[in-house]
């Protein structure tokens, strides 16, 4: 049976009070019968390796775990390392010159944004813009306006109805590096 090893990205770990230990997160994936569990820093990283033929089911099944444990939901977004080196390699970024007021995110996104949203997008405080959109993740530009940065999240949960975790984009390279390092 074929297995894929998977990059689980979640949303809502180590921030706003719900604190979990890395170690507990691979503890909960390897009682699925997840193999080759790892994580990569604290904000909910995690890889594995799975025989499971249906992505959805799979995610599901590691939400409704991670929500009975925990004691909340915890979205949970399943790319494969093929998908994620492909994401990263589109960079809508590579023209842009990074400064010291800029950041540069890739939101994962739980179903496509509608086809007829006019991209870029740019919010009405500019503090953020939307620069792509791939039926699984979408492309920001943050910018800090009297010192805060722009989120996108919001908005794109409302357009796409869609659930959403978000990781700069460097780091997202960071994450890739250590899932293929296993």
């Known amino acids: 049976m074929k297995?894929?090893?998977y990059i689980a990205f979640l949303r809502g770990i180590n921030i706003g009070g719900?604190?979990?230990?890395?170690?507990?997160?691979?503890?909960?994936?390897?009682?699925l019968g997840l193999t080759g569990v790892r994580s990569y820093i604290?904000?909910?990283n995690i890889f594995f390796e799975s025989?499971?033929?249906?992505?959805?089911?799979?995610?599901?099944?590691?939400?409704?775990?991670?929500?009975?444990?925990?004691?909340?939901e915890v979205p949970t977004f399943l790319r494969t390392i093929a998908e994620v080196e492909h994401a990263l390699r589109l960079d809508p970024f590579k023209h842009i010159e990074p400064t010291p007021d800029t950041r540069f995110l890739i939101t994962f996104i739980s179903r496509p944004l509608p086809d007829d949203l006019k991209l870029p997008l740019v919010s009405p405080k500019?503090?953020?813009?939307?620069?792509?959109?791939?039926p699984g993740e979408v492309f920001s530009l943050m910018r800090?306006?009297?010192?805060?940065?722009?989120?996108?999240?919001?908005?794109i949960e409302k357009i796409g109805k869609a659930k959403?975790?978000?990781?700069?984009f460097a780091t997202t390279f960071k994450i890739l590096e250590a899932a293929k390092s296993a």
Request: proline share 3%; no cysteine; glycine share 8%.
């Open 164 to 168: 959403t975790t978000s990781r700069f």
């Open 51 to 72: 025989a499971d033929a249906s992505r959805d089911a799979l995610t599901q099944r590691i939400e409704r775990h991670l929500a009975a444990a925990l004691g909340y």
């Open 144 to 155: 800090l306006v009297n010192g805060r940065p722009g989120n996108p999240a919001t908005l």
């Open 126 to 134: 500019a503090d953020y813009e939307i620069l792509r959109a791939t």
């Open 42 to 44: 604290q904000t909910g």
């Open 3 to 5: 297995t894929n090893t």
């Open 18 to 31: 719900q604190r979990v230990k890395m170690e507990r997160l691979r503890e909960l994936f390897s009682g």
